[in-house]
């Protein structure tokens, strides 16, 4: 069952109605106002009672609160907003303002603790080094559901030459899943003319949607358009922060 034990409260005027918003998360306006954090922003804390436009709003700080989950949550997760003010697992570089003590699953309310200062998820960054033998590769999939087990955002991707095509006319496509959701850009077109040359490298297109995973998605290369090359290998680059 949840439970609270507060530590710090502040009040700070409401910025709009939130009489239906108790246990949600809250960010400080332009104004100086109390207002709902929306999907990764900073939230200094916890809705605690059901005021309306311009009554006081009481925030919990600092302590253990009750709070509305706005999907699954295993406990120990670090939490975030979501895009309504609910607490969905921190994922990428949103901003994670308590820790789960409580599983629970979408509209549930249960207890969390409220970390001592608003942290941005890490801006730090990673490469997933795949190595691909290029007559190795036919349309389908290159590497299948290899889970990373960790939170990131797939930033761009890259192939780099290790072992020159010669053989003229072959091609491929690379294009990354996560789980079963292609991801907007990221695709890697790879020619005979553009891996002809040791340490080229060969960008993905810009990627712009579907990269976000968590610690339990997986991620998959698939090839596309296969004109079956005779040589050649390379080093897939994927930039993870």
């Known amino acids: 069952m949840a439970y609270e034990k507060p530590l710090e409260c502040i009040s700070l005027l409401a910025a709009a109605d939130y009489s239906a918003k108790q246990f ?3 960010k400080v306006d332009s104004n100086g106002k109390a207002a709902l954090a929306a999907a990764g922003e900073n939230a200094i804390g916890i809705l605690q009672n059901n005021p309306v436009a311009a009554e006081p709003a009481t925030v919990m700080t600092l302590g253990i609160s009750k709070a509305i989950y706005g999907g699954s949550v295993t406990a120990g997760q670090n939490l975030s907003a979501d895009a309504s003010g609910k607490f969905v697992a921190t994922a990428g570089t949103a901003a994670a303002v308590a820790v789960a003590l ?6 549930e309310t249960h207890s969390v603790i409220l970390l001592t200062r608003t942290a941005t998820g890490s801006n730090s960054g990673m490469i997933l080094s795949i190595p691909i033998k290029l007559s190795k590769v036919a349309d389908g999939d290159v590497l299948t559901t290899f889970t990373p087990g960790i939170n990131g955002v797939i930033k761009k991707v890259a ?8 053989t003229a006319a072959k091609l491929t496509t690379l294009n990354l899943e996560i789980g079963t959701t292609n991801l907007t850009g990221g695709a890697v077109a790879l020619t005979s003319a553009n891996c002809g040359t040791l340490g080229a490298v060969v960008a993905g297109s810009a990627i712009t949607a579907n990269n976000t995973f968590t610690s339990t998605d997986t991620i998959s290369v698939e090839a596309s358009s296969t004109t079956a090359f005779v040589e050649g290998e390379g080093v897939l680059l994927i930039t993870i922060q």
Do not use: H, I, Q, R
């Open 24 to 26: 949600y998360a809250v």
């Open 159 to 166: 192939f780099a030459v290790t072992d020159p095509a010669t």
């Open 102 to 107: 409580e599983s629970g699953s979408a509209n």
